[in-house]
Nanobody, 128 residues
């Protein structure tokens, strides 16, 4: 089972930035796709951004395009989520997740039910 550990959450004012990190326990077929999801209180889980760790292809939710950037450092088995120009609507618990690469994009169109491995989450609060 792939293990994932998130860090980097915290509180930030609107317009501010945070960088989340996700350390993945292995660089294997079971962790070719790594994605970030988030869940706010009282809401369902939603996809934020995904990346193919081999080719670097990325996918983003419309709500974060142009503000968030997902990247990876395979030498450190880490995937990052750089969040800029943050808004209160970005407040949530952020989770990273991993799955096998199936030949398609590492999309984040739904709540991530196709991702079998999950981290514990890190809290992000955007407030003035």
């Amino acid at each position: 089972q792939v293990q994932l550990a998130e860090s980097g959450g915290g509180s930030v004012q609107p317009g501010g930035s945070l960088r989340l990190s996700c350390v993945v326990s292995e660089y294997s077929a079971n962790s070719r796709c790594v994605a970030w999801f988030r869940q706010a209180p009282g809401k369902g889980r939603e996809g934020v951004a995904g990346i193919n760790r081999i080719f670097g292809n990325t996918a983003y939710a419309d709500s974060v395009k142009g503000r968030f950037t997902i990247s990876r450092d395979n030498g450190k088995n880490t995937v990052f989520l750089q969040m800029n120009n943050m808004i209160p609507g970005d407040s949530a618990t952020y989770y990273c997740a991993a799955r096998k690469f199936d030949g398609g994009p590492c999309s984040v169109d739904g709540p991530g039910n196709e991702y079998p491995s999950w981290g514990q989450g890190t809290q992000v609060t955007v407030s003035s």
